[in-house]
């Protein structure tokens, strides 16, 4: 099977542009499932007309004959996909500052050297960790 070294090698002659679109049939190379739609595009066309080429080849050809950008504005989400800031409530940030503070330890020296160790504290084990939100070991009834 030929395989060109870069989108310039790839001569695209209307042959290999009807395979594309046969390859297409039923895939959009927008929206959310674009780059699995592109895989099937692309083996879809190595098996129809026996020439590899990338995806990025095939990217860059759909982008001359086509003004993805805009098509892929025009595409709907089936989700809101606003992108907001991330942050923490504040309790939660003020839990987690509390509990790393007890976890630094304490220095002592050992042998001439400083070693840190974790505070042998109930309030640190895992099964009370404010990240957790769990509280002792105890299970909750429901």
Known sequence: MAQPETAADVKWTPEL????????HGLKPVGLNKNFHMVCIQHKLQQS???FLTTRQIWQHLRTL???ESLENLEMFPFPN???DFNLPAHMVDDI???LKEAE??????GGTKKSRCLQSSSLSPASSPITGRSGSKRRKN
């Open 66 to 68: 086509y003004d993805l």
């Open 49 to 51: 007309a026996g020439l």
């Open 82 to 84: 606003e992108e907001t």
């Open 17 to 24: 542009e009807v395979a594309l679109f046969h390859s297409m």
């Open 105 to 110: 330890g304490v220095e002592e020296e050992v």
């Open 97 to 99: 500052r509390v509990y």
